[in-house]
């Protein structure tokens, strides 16, 4: 049996819902990000199941891959609105950004453990020292052979993988083992593209290169991830429980988003970074990464609306 509807009830909840679908309209415009290598996947996730949500439908979100210092040259004169990174931001880009009037808040949005590996067809290593990789890469290296890392190991070139000067993976790998950013041998294969590096380590059986733990974890089937020796510890295979407490060190670090202020004023900007913080820990750990602690995630959010707040005020 129908129910009469009265005819101005109806009327009300059609306009009802055209106002709603509006609303969703509304929210349109592009979202520029550019940066990270490493930060890449977690970024392109986020954006991905971004657009999936019908009242984002008019929302553009681009994702490029420069490299964290190549990302910050593009954040540090408002080409982008978003910069991923794998470090922190330097003083020089610091310094660039005040003089272009770029103000930017700091996200951590999980935790990365940079990963050395070896083809599948190497026997011989079973561990490196973080002695041993800085008797590898750093600058004016002698090592030329295997052989001449460790004793027993076989008298074959050395095929080095690593990411570009432009990475922030290439300062975290160089300040942690060489001690010095950017100090590091120059007769290597470079590639900000971190899939270059890993068809370079598979394809070559006396490779050895490193790079984001999402890399390897995607790639498990063909590359090694080799187990790291700190000091007199025990050594240390990259894995989400060694990368989240802490003990596969020193090359465990987090992992950040920059946000460009008054780019995040713009409403299809501010939606999206609600939205990456309240989906990067599900969406990180998807595509190989350590989510943060949810308290951190909810610290964060608060922590934009309130910056963001303060900011937009100044």
């Known amino acids: 049996m129908y129910r009469w509807i009265p005819r101005m009830l109806i009327v009300a909840l059609v306009l009802g819902a055209s106002s709603f679908a509006l609303a969703g309209e509304k929210l349109r415009g592009t979202v520029r990000i550019d940066g990270s290598s490493t930060v890449f996947p977690i970024s392109e996730a986020v954006a991905e199941e971004f657009g999936k949500i019908r009242d984002h439908a008019r929302v553009r979100v681009t994702v490029g891959v420069s490299g964290t210092g190549g990302g910050f040259k593009k954040f540090c004169v408002g080409e982008t609105d978003i910069n991923d990174a794998s470090r922190p931001i330097k003083q020089k880009e610091i310094d660039k950004a005040k003089k272009n009037n770029i103000r930017y808040l700091e996200l951590p949005v999980a935790y990365d453990g940079l990963s050395v590996v070896i083809n599948k067809a190497n ?29 027993g190991w076989p008298s074959k070139p050395i095929k080095l993988y690593g990411p570009g000067t432009d990475s922030g993976t290439f300062d975290y790998f160089t ?21 270059m590096l890993v068809k370079g380590v598979a ?32 050594p240390v295979l990259p894995t989400m429980e060694t990368i989240n407490k802490g003990t596969y060190s020193p090359l465990s ?27 990067a820990g599900k969406l990180s750990k998807e595509v190989g990464y350590i989510p943060l602690p949810d308290s951190l995630y909810r610290e964060n959010l608060e922590r934009f609306e309130n910056d963001l707040m303060k900011l937009a005020s100044n």
């Open 123 to 151: 026997t011989w290593v079973d561990h490196l020292t973080t002695d041993e990789l800085k008797k590898i890469w750093e600058p004016g290296s002698s090592v030329k052979t295997w052989a001449d890392v460790r004793e």
């Open 175 to 195: 300040e942690t083992i060489n001690g010095k950013s950017q100090a590091s041998r120059a007769d290597f294969t470079k590639s900000e593209d971190d899939n």
């Open 203 to 234: 394809g070559d059986k006396y490779a050895l290169g490193y790079f984001g733990f999402a890399y390897y974890v995607e790639n498990k089937e063909i590359l090694k991830a080799v187990p790291i020796k700190e000091g007199n510890k025990a």
């Open 253 to 279: 670090r987090p992992i950040f988003i920059y946000v460009n202020v008054d780019a995040a004023k713009r409403p299809e900007v501010k939606e999206f970074i609600r939205f990456y913080i309240k989906n």
